[in-house]
């Protein structure tokens, strides 16, 4: 089922995938078991401890055959044995691969696979989410962006409510519509498995209105004017529930900007219902799972309780931060009784599937998930977001950058029944869809890759692609 299109490999020198395995997991590791340790240290049952020391051995020597190149082990079985056995079968057709010798997109959801093994076998750690401190720390620290946004939510959502059946000034919500998609594109630049490499300071300002603007040219095919259209048509069309899915990337103010969007879309009635779509493990460092989005919820219920709290660098350096501004807290409190009354009303729901953390491409879906897949041709539009699900879709591969994206999704673009828009920041060396000559203009610009070989324009989240392929 997966594309002939050769797909990137960890021994391509001038891939990402190489300097993944080689720099950036490893660092991941070693958060992994700094996190870890912090819990044992921090408590007093000794089963648990020990189960925790356990947990520090097995991903210290998962480090140590990564860094070594030692063949990749099979899965132990650990409840979910059709999982497990489709990673291990994966593993053994690939010849039982090394580490800088094995497909990018599988090795990197065989690491996360095989980390949640070592919890899951256990009695104590079984839903212990290994990301969880740094996730919700990163939340925090995007608190002036969060506040922005909610002041500019309250706004719109307050006239859109003022406005109903006057005026339906179609041309006015499509430009909201493309500035609500727009946050939530760039909300995919800031997730914390590149956080490897950037600092606090520069997610803060990746994050603000004015970055957004000056990042519009930075969109390379923006889709956005044709899935406004296919949404309004629906509405037009008097069709009564018009769903619109998320699949999600990552927690904390990604998830954040995916429910500004989600609003939007619900209050104007581009939408009747929106379903969110987490992760089932701690995956990719920051990804949603169910528990993320009720602790963004409760966090919002209580602002000041949440973001007065200090990080836990603020903690280290004994800084507070500042207290919230009553209007902030208020525009806070407005956003989160509107997304607490949606979700309440069934408008917005959550639905998790563990599909989502199978290790290949969304061009086996149809064939692999015949359930879900039925369940997204039910929705009008489906949103992937961030840079993980463009690499599922387009199968990781080496397209040729101008090949059009509904055939590089393979069983998911033409004629599959499912409308995708895919909202992702580049964060990798895959991309398609680009008119002619753009990859090569890219390249030539400083840090772009050059004549390298690598296109190293792609991999730092700076540029973004809106596509969508018409499915239905
Ligand atoms: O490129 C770095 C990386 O960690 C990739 O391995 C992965 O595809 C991606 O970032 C995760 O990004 P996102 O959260 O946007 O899916
Ligand atoms: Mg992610």
Redesign the pocket.
């Known amino acids: 089922f997966d594309t002939k299109t050769p797909k990137s490999v960890t021994n391509d020198p001038t891939s990402?995938a190489s300097d993944?395995v080689r720099m950036?997991w490893p660092i991941i590791l070693t958060g992994a078991v700094d996190d870890v340790y912090k819990t044992v240290s921090a408590t007093e049952d000794a089963e648990k401890q020990a189960e925790g020391k356990k947990i520090i051995e097995q991903l210290g020597a998962l480090k140590y055959e990564m860094l070594h190149d030692r063949q990749m082990t099979p899965l132990v079985e650990d409840g979910f044995s059709d999982e497990t056995a489709a990673y291990n079968k994966e593993l053994e057709q690939l010849g039982n691969p090394t580490w800088f010798q094995v497909p990018?997109?599988f090795s990197?959801c065989y690491m996360y696979r095989r980390i949640n093994t070592f919890f899951t076998t256990t009695r104590h750690w079984k839903s212990y989410d290994l990301f969880a401190r740094q996730k919700i720390d990163s939340f925090r620290t995007s608190r002036n962006a969060v506040a922005e946004l909610a002041a500019r939510y309250e706004d719109i959502v307050t006239k859109i409510r003022a406005d109903k059946n006057i005026t339906h000034d179609s041309e006015a919500e499509k430009i909201l519509f493309m500035e609500m998609c727009e946050v939530c594109l760039w909300g995919?630049a800031t997730?914390?498995?590149?956080l490897t490499t950037m600092t606090y300071e520069d997610i803060q300002r990746l994050q603000g209105s004015e970055a957004r603007k000056a990042a519009e040219k930075n969109i390379l095919v923006n889709k956005l004017p044709q899935a406004y259209d296919l949404l309004n048509k629906a509405r037009a069309a008097g069709k009564k529930e018009r769903r619109v899915d998320f699949v999600l990337?990552?927690s904390g103010f990604?998830l954040y900007v995916d429910l500004v969007l989600a609003g939007y879309l619900l209050n104007t009635g581009l939408a009747t219902h929106i379903v969110l779509r987490p992760k089932s493990i701690p995956w990719?460092?920051?990804?949603v799972m169910p528990a993320d989005f009720a602790a963004l919820l409760s966090a919002l219920a209580n602002p000041k309780k949440f973001f007065e709290a200090p990080t836990e660098e603020e903690t280290v350096a004994e800084k507070t931060p500042a207290p919230l501004s009553e209007k902030e807290a208020q525009s806070l409190s407005f956003v989160f009784q509107d997304w607490a009354t949606q979700h309440g009303e069934g408008q917005l729901a959550i639905r998790p599937n563990r599909y989502w953390t199978a290790g290949g491409s969304f061009w086996r879906l149809p064939h692999e998930a015949p359930e879900l897949y039925e369940d997204l041709k039910q929705a009008e539009l489906v949103i992937f977001?961030?840079?993980?699900?463009?690499?599922k879709l387009t199968g990781d591969a080496s397209w040729d950058p101008t090949t059009p994206f509904t055939e590089a999704l393979g069983s998911m673009g033409a004629g599959s029944g499912v409308n995708v828009m895919s909202l992702?920041?580049c964060?990798?060396d895959v991309v398609v869809d680009l008119p002619a000559g753009k990859d090569e203009e890219l390249r030539a610009l400083e840090g772009g890759g050059g004549d390298s070989g690598a296109r190293k324009w792609a991999?730092s989240?700076k540029w973004a692609v809106v596509s969508l392929s018409e499915g239905k």
């Not at 997730?191 to 590149?194: G, I, N, T, V």
């Not at 990719?284 to 990804?287: G, H, I, R, W």
């Open positions: 990402f993944s950036r990018w997109l990197e995919n997730d914390l498995s590149l990337d990552n990604e990719f460092v920051s990804d977001k961030g840079d993980l699900n463009y690499r992702r920041t964060k990798a991999w989240g």
